[in-house]
Nanobody
């Protein structure tokens, strides 16, 4: 079964850190040919892009971050070819949401300085992040 699985969410105090993982199952998450994105959705709000990494083939793995997370979040690939991480630091209550990872075909999803949410086709089930004291 082809799927993405997120993990690493949880309850953390403001100012704390979490590292989310996105692991591919049933296929190889070859970032030479896929763009990868992290998204979040808070209750009552629309899903929004948080960070993305373009495919190596399309734009050399260029990364992008939503303004509100710049300097606090870092997207990176694992040493294996099946895991992508989102390191989150200095967390704020407004970061509370369900976080999702998703893939888009090379050349789509992460270009022109923004995340193109509707280009993403394969989605994980999400992991909950709650920032609260």
């Amino acid at each position: 079964q082809v799927q993405l699985v997120e993990s690493g969410g949880g309850l953390v105090q403001p100012g704390g850190s979490l590292r989310l993982s996105c692991t591919a199952s049933g296929f190889t998450l070859d970032l030479d040919y896929y763009a990868i994105g992290w998204f979040r959705q808070a209750p009552g709000k629309e899903r929004e892009g948080v960070s993305c990494m373009s495919s190596v083939k399309s734009n050399n793995g260029h990364t992008y971050y939503k303004d509100s997370v710049k300097g606090r979040f870092t997207i990176s690939r694992g040493n294996d070819k099946n895991t992508v991480y989102l390191q989150m630091s200095s967390l704020k209550p407004e970061d509370t949401a369900t976080y999702y990872c998703a893939t888009a075909d090379s050349g789509y999803g992460c270009y022109g300085g923004k995340i193109h949410l509707y280009d993403y086709e394969q989605w994980g089930q999400g992991t909950q992040v709650t920032v609260s004291s």
